[in-house]
């Protein structure tokens, strides 16, 4: 991991630890919710969250299924353990460093003069944001961080607010194998 992913995994496992021990053992999965600060795809922010199993239950009502209410981050908690990108952040000088090593930005003025090049960098940014959150996921299994803290393994899905195949495959790499099937599989049905 790079000096980002390194301070990132750091601050998600503060996070983690911090959880209130009474809600651990309801504690199902945990969301990597991805999305742009402002809508501008160089400042991209990973939001980090979980749900429970009663809230499943307590929202399903309001949810097409209890798959629904299980798998969509519309029903979850929204609770904000930690966040990382936020501008003004170390983390986000880090990834901003990052980025513009990998030739990965773009200034106002360069979208002013050609936007549809600009674009293509903010998608290759998303890009490797998202890959980036999939191997921290990934290190916090390898690291026992999440069974240690659950006293299992947990899903950890990768996510936007809308659901494609995309979405189950980067949820399933960040997981070990067949941890993410039941959400993987609700993607497939939808």
Known sequence: MNDFEQFSYKKICAALADIDPSAVPDI???SFFVYDNDDDPRYPVLQVGYNTLKHVVDSAASA???EEAKWNFAFWLQNELEFIGVPE???ARLLEELLRSRSLWYTDEDEEADFDRCMQIGSDITAYFVDACVRIAQALHE???IEQQFSCPIPVVVHEL????KIAVQTQSANPIGLAKEFA???ARM
């Not at 809308?162 to 195949?165: I, K, L, S």
């Open 185 to 187: 599989d609700w993607i």
């Open 64 to 66: 097409s299924s209890v």
């Open 89 to 91: 952040t170390e983390d």
């Open 28 to 30: 199902y999965a945990l």
């Open 143 to 145: 690291n026992g961080v």
């Open 162 to 165: 809308e659901y494609y195949d």
